[in-house]
């Protein structure tokens, strides 16, 4: 089956709201990551506040995309959702875990109290990372699909954690933990500032090691993960940019210049979202039993006349999202200061 103009309208959208999700609560995850090296209340509280106007707003992101994919590609959607139902669940935890803990961690003073919800709001964050991460890994790897486009059985976390997804999680937990920092470097003043920029480079570097990696891996391991760079040459202009993306990053570090190195990073996720779709593509989940059971764009699609619709609630919806990030991020625009009611 060939896929049609709007099959693939939809594969794009559903990318762009995956790196919209990845650059906007990237950030905010990797805060959460880096919140125990704060060494004091006041500085864990300037952490939490640097993201606390924003962080539900980012989530949108992934809500937004969640019901893309269950509109645009029900099929893969049923599949992905009944065979990687604990680990989802698990996910679903971690992020709202998160939530809470920001809520709660300031409304008792009991150095316990905030100990407990500090703990919470990182392993929550680093745990929700990672198994975005493994669920990138094994999305390449390939999960159990039978030929009727169901799981054969649910995979479980067990079964998940072979070693290429798990070095994907480990470079997901990386590159957010950089982002994060490189975001708090903006926000942040002071000592806590200046410290932060060495968090920037230990950051960098552990990044750089595992993108290093799971390249190297993915290269020999996952055939199929460069399969698609022989039938679309020009994905190497893309592989090139995020490359030279990475290098201005450090560069940008070393020159003073934050919002720089931040756009940079941005431009860095969104590359390597768009090679993950290019590495799946014409496929939404690949069968690790046989390539004929792969659920690909037309197979898992919604009808023509669905998705014509969806086009213009898209058209129409997407000015409105675009329009409500860029106003409260530029209401909050500047350096974090601490209020009464601040978290």
């Known amino acids: 089956m060939e896929t049609t103009t709007l099959q693939l309208f939809w594969y794009v959208l559903l990318g762009v709201l995956l790196a919209g999700y990845a650059i906007l609560d990237?950030?905010?995850l990797g805060v959460g990551i880096l919140h125990p090296l704060a060494r004091d209340d006041r500085e864990r509280r300037v952490m939490m506040n640097s993201i606390g106007p924003l962080w539900d707003g980012n989530e949108v992101w992934l809500v937004v995309f969640g019901g893309a994919l269950f509109a645009a590609f029900p099929v893969a959607y049923a599949a992905a959702f009944s065979g990687l139902y604990l680990a989802f669940m698990l996910l679903l935890f971690c992020l709202i875990f998160r939530g809470v803990s920001m809520e709660f961690r300031s409304k008792r003073p009991e150095k316990l109290w905030r100990k407990f919800?500090?703990?919470?709001?990182?392993?929550?964050?680093?745990?929700?990372?990672?198994?975005?991460?493994?669920?990138?890994?094994?999305?390449?790897?390939?999960?159990?699909?039978?030929?009727?486009?169901d799981f054969v059985s649910s995979v479980s976390l067990r079964q998940m954690l072979n070693p290429f997804p798990v070095c994907v999680g480990l470079f997901a937990v990386s590159a957010f933990a950089l982002h994060g920092a490189i975001y708090l470097n903006m926000k942040t003043e002071g000592e806590l500032h200046k410290r932060i920029r060495r968090w920037m480079w230990t950051c960098f570097w552990l990044f750089l090691f595992m993108y290093v990696v799971v390249t190297v891996f993915?290269?020999?391991?996952?055939?199929?993960?460069?399969?698609?760079?022989?039938?679309?040459?020009?994905?190497?202009?893309?592989?090139?940019?995020?490359?030279?993306?990475?290098?201005?990053?450090?560069?940008?570090?070393?020159?003073?210049?934050?919002?720089?190195?931040?756009?940079?990073?941005?431009?860095?996720i969104a590359a390597f979202t768009f090679l993950f779709g290019l590495a799946l593509y014409p496929n939404l989940i690949v069968s690790s039993i046989s390539p004929e059971y792969d659920?690909?764009?037309?197979?898992?699609?919604?009808?023509?006349?669905?998705?014509?619709?969806?086009?213009?609630?898209?058209f129409l919806g997407m000015p409105f999202v675009l329009s409500y990030t860029a106003v409260i991020y530029w209401v909050f625009r500047g350096k974090v200061v601490l209020h009464e009611d601040s978290y």
């Open 117 to 149: 919800w500090d703990f919470a709001f990182c392993a929550s964050s680093t745990l929700a990372t990672f198994l975005f991460g493994v669920a990138v890994g094994n999305s390449m790897h390939g999960l159990p699909l039978g030929a009727d486009g």
């Open 295 to 314: 659920l690909s764009i037309p197979r898992a699609a919604s009808t023509e006349k669905t998705l014509g619709i969806m086009a213009i609630v898209a």
């Open 26 to 28: 990237g950030f905010d």
């Open 218 to 268: 993915a290269i020999l391991a996952i055939p199929r993960a460069t399969a698609s760079f022989r039938n679309h040459p020009w994905a190497w202009i893309i592989v090139i940019l995020n490359i030279l993306a990475i290098a201005n990053i450090p560069r940008a570090i070393y020159l003073g210049r934050p919002l720089r190195a931040f756009l940079t990073s941005a431009c860095v």
